[in-house]
């Protein structure tokens, strides 16, 4: 099975930074994937690692370390819109087409 | 392009009732996925079609929920004798094929109460 663990809630302010974090556990590991979703509507895509390190797209990046079963999304210049919940969904290789997502983190930007 | 669709977009029903829900993939994508979504809770994995392999079952909570896929494209769940707590949001999501990483796109889900 998986376990992921991600914080339930965060509030940040708008043009600050903020890093969600998301611990895992899988049988085998296959990628790590994170989605944003916007409240009343379906995810969408954000990032997807699968090697250790940052990858950087925008004002968004996520950090993979498989060793220590971590990633991290970080958000810079926050804008209101940001506003959403954040969803950490690690592949297990025994069913590489098979996401399981986290509860996912509600990010809150106050003005 | 055209992305995933789903029908219908809200769902109401009494409990005992049989319900459909429809997904519309992307054209092209060979995979699909069904998941439920229930209020604050993050996305439970129920079904995945890839090409014509038999589908992935693994998902599903019990036998009142089955689900096909037609010609390769269309899919339907279907939830028999509906309870109060199969009450959620069902999401479909598509992607060109199996594989992790490849993402998958999501329809807007059906919202589903049971009353």
């Known amino acids: 099975g998986q376990n992921i663990d991600q914080p339930t809630e965060m509030t940040a302010t708008e043009g600050a930074i903020v890093q969600i974090n998301c611990t895992y556990q899988?049988?085998?590991?296959?990628?790590l994937f994170w989605y944003q979703q916007h409240a009343g509507e379906a995810p969408t895509f954000l990032s997807y690692?699968?090697?250790?390190g940052l990858e950087e797209k925008g004002r968004f990046s996520s950090f993979l370390s498989r060793s220590k079963g971590y990633s991290y999304l970080l958000l810079k210049e926050l804008q209101m819109k940001d506003s959403a919940s954040y969803l950490c969904a690690p592949v297990s290789s025994g069913s590489a087409r098979q996401l399981t997502f986290g509860s996912g983190t509600q990010l809150t930007v106050l003005p | 392009g055209a992305g995933v669709s789903q029908s219908p977009s809200n769902k109401v029903t009494e409990k005992g009732k049989d319900v459909e829900l429809r997904c519309d993939p992307i054209?092209?994508?060979?995979?699909l996925y069904w998941y439920r979504q229930s209020l604050g809770q993050g996305l439970e994995f129920l079904i995945y079609f890839q090409g014509n392999s038999a589908p992935d079952k693994s998902g599903l909570p019990s036998d009142r929920f089955s689900a096909e896929r037609t010609g390769g494209s269309v899919s339907t769940l279907t939830i028999q004798r509906t309870q109060q707590e199969d009450s959620a949001v069902y999401l479909c999501a598509s992607s060109v094929a199996s594989g992790a990483q490849l993402e998958q796109y999501f329809g807007p889900g059906t919202r589903l109460t049971v009353t």
């Open positions: 054209s092209g994508h060979t995979a």
């Open positions: 899988t049988s085998g590991f296959n990628g």
């Open positions: 690692n699968v090697l250790d």
